[in-house]
Each structure stands twice: as structure tokens, then as C-alpha cells.
């Protein structure tokens, strides 16, 4: 049976997702410059950028993870790139290079029209304008009874959230403020969605919880 889950999502300790002013050269905001330095210290990011390199234990446990029985993905259109308003051409092709490292669909939420992108590897990105339930609706066609994983940014995460459509949420939750940006749980009851299990793991170099419904 399809579940949908956030994983591996990183908040600073003032729950903070991202900093302000996110851009190209600062793709998670100012100030956020060490908010996944647990996640960047891994053996399986490591594999993503083509390094052998990267330690093993809780934190690497919880990537791993959360890779696994994926059959898509949705993501905010900051997780996909920096660009604002319509698409002025083709040439974005999201931050992973020709090869990303999510080998399903990946659903794009847009308010702009873009034909899908095929990469390497399996991935297609798919540009939906409709909204998250279309989104989730074609990313669960897609995933024929595998997990669908929603990305950022917080903003999507929180959407998806208030609709009552997360089943599981993996936080990890990173030693650093922000102070500013976006708030994941900015405007949200989690007891009254019923979100009241948590299960924590203290990692190498972050704290991880992972919040499912009593």
C-alpha cells in the first residue's frame, strides 16, 4: 500500500527549513550554509556527488532509508531550481546534473507550464500546475503501490501537511538557528491533524524524529 512520507527533511532548531533570500548561489538562504552538514557528511550523499567517501552510521541510516520502496516523488519548484515566474527555456535542469539522484518520477508543483524532462537514470520531471492533489494523484498512478516522497521546500511540506496527507514525517533536526526563513510549522496544529507519535534517534550530527499518527 502507497504511504506518504517526508524524509531526511532537515530543520535548524528554531524549526527553520530554509533562510531567507534563497538563490542560486545560496540555494538554501542565508545564514543556512551548515543546516545539512549532517546529510553532507554521509557515505550515501557521498555516492550521490561520485565520492567514496562519507561516514556510516545513525545519520547515514536514515539516507539510506530514505530511498528505499520510493516509486516518486514530489517536490516545491525551489527544490527543482532558483528560477521565478515562467520558464524562459529548457536549459534548467534542476541541481543534480543529467544524472539526479531520485531514479522515479518527480512531480514539480508550478504555477507555469513546462513539458516533462527526462534525465538519465529514470528520472522524469513532470511540471503539474493543478495543485498538490493532481500532484499526488499522478505521483500515485506512478508509484503502482510504492511510497511516495514529498521534498521541499517547507512550504510544500506544510501544504501537504495541512491536508492531512502525510503518513510519516522524518525530521532531522540540525545544531543550528536561522532565526529566519521558512518555518515548517508556521500556522499548523499537529496534535489536532493527529500527528502524536514521535520516535527519536540521536545521530552523529543531528537529532532525528520521526512523527507519525497515534
Same mark, same amino acid.
Not at 538562504?29 to 550521490?48: I, Q
Not at 539522484?101 to 522524469?124: D, I
Not at 525530521?171 to 520516535?199: C, N, R, W
Given at each position: 500500500?502507497?504511504?506518504?512520507?517526508?524524509?531526511?527533511?532537515?530543520?535548524?532548531?528554531?524549526g527553520?527549513?530554509?533562510?531567507?533570500?534563497?538563490?542560486?548561489?545560496k540555494?538554501?538562504?542565508?545564514?543556512?550554509?551548515?543546516?545539512?552538514?549532517?546529510?553532507?557528511?554521509?557515505?550515501?550523499?557521498?555516492?550521490?556527488? %561520485?565520492?567514496?567517501l562519507?561516514? =556510516?552510521?545513525?545519520?547515514?541510516?536514515?539516507?539510506?532509508?530514505?530511498?528505499?520502496?520510493?516509486?516518486?516523488?514530489?517536490? %516545491?519548484?525551489?527544490?527543482?531550481?532558483?528560477?521565478?515566474?515562467?520558464?524562459?527555456?529548457?536549459?534548467?535542469?534542476?541541481?543534480?546534473?543529467?544524472?539526479?539522484?531520485?531514479?522515479?518520477?518527480?512531480?514539480?508543483?508550478?504555477?507555469?507550464?513546462?513539458?516533462?524532462?527526462?534525465?538519465?537514470?529514470? *528520472? *522524469?520531471?513532470?511540471?503539474?500546475?493543478?495543485?498538490? =492533489?493532481?500532484?499526488?494523484?499522478?505521483?500515485?498512478?506512478?508509484?503502482?503501490?510504492?511510497?511516495?516522497?514529498?521534498?521541499?521546500?517547507?512550504?510544500?511540506?506544510?501544504?501537504?501537511?495541512?491536508? %492531512?496527507?502525510?503518513?510519516?514525517?522524518?525530521?532531522?533536526?540540525s545544531?543550528?538557528?536561522?532565526?529566519?526563513?521558512?518555518?515548517?510549522?508556521?500556522?499548523?496544529?499537529?496534535?489536532?491533524?493527529?500527528?502524536?507519535?514521535?520516535?527519536?534517534?540521536? %545521530?552523529?550530527?543531528?537529532?532525528?524524529?520521526?512523527?507519525?499518527?497515534?
Amino acid at each position: 500500500m502507497t504511504k506518504v512520507k517526508v524524509l531526511s527533511y532537515t530543520i535548524s532548531l528554531d524549526g527553520y527549513g530554509a533562510g531567507p533570500e534563497q538563490s542560486l548561489e545560496k540555494p538554501m538562504g542565508l545564514g543556512a550554509e551548515h543546516l545539512h552538514d549532517w546529510l553532507r557528511e554521509t557515505k550515501v550523499f557521498g555516492k550521490m556527488v %561520485g565520492q567514496e567517501l562519507g561516514s =556510516e552510521g545513525f545519520d547515514n541510516d536514515f539516507v539510506e532509508k530514505g530511498f528505499e520502496n520510493l516509486g516518486a516523488w514530489i517536490m %516545491g519548484r525551489n527544490m527543482f531550481g532558483p528560477i521565478r515566474g515562467d520558464w524562459p527555456n529548457g536549459e534548467w535542469k534542476g541541481w543534480w546534473g543529467p544524472n539526479p539522484p531520485y531514479h522515479v518520477p518527480v512531480f514539480v508543483l508550478t504555477h507555469f507550464e513546462r513539458e516533462p524532462l527526462t534525465m538519465k537514470g529514470g *528520472t *522524469t520531471f513532470y511540471f503539474v500546475t493543478q495543485g498538490i =492533489e493532481a500532484a499526488l494523484e499522478q505521483a500515485k498512478k506512478a508509484a503502482n503501490g510504492r511510497d511516495i516522497r514529498i521534498g521541499g521546500g517547507a512550504d510544500t511540506v506544510r501544504q501537504f501537511l495541512k491536508a %492531512g496527507y502525510i503518513d510519516e514525517l522524518h525530521l532531522a533536526v540540525s545544531p543550528v538557528f536561522l532565526g529566519s526563513g521558512e518555518h515548517l510549522f508556521a500556522g499548523i496544529d499537529m496534535v489536532s491533524l493527529g500527528y502524536k507519535t514521535v520516535q527519536r534517534t540521536e %545521530g552523529e550530527l543531528a537529532t532525528h524524529l520521526v512523527i507519525t499518527k497515534g
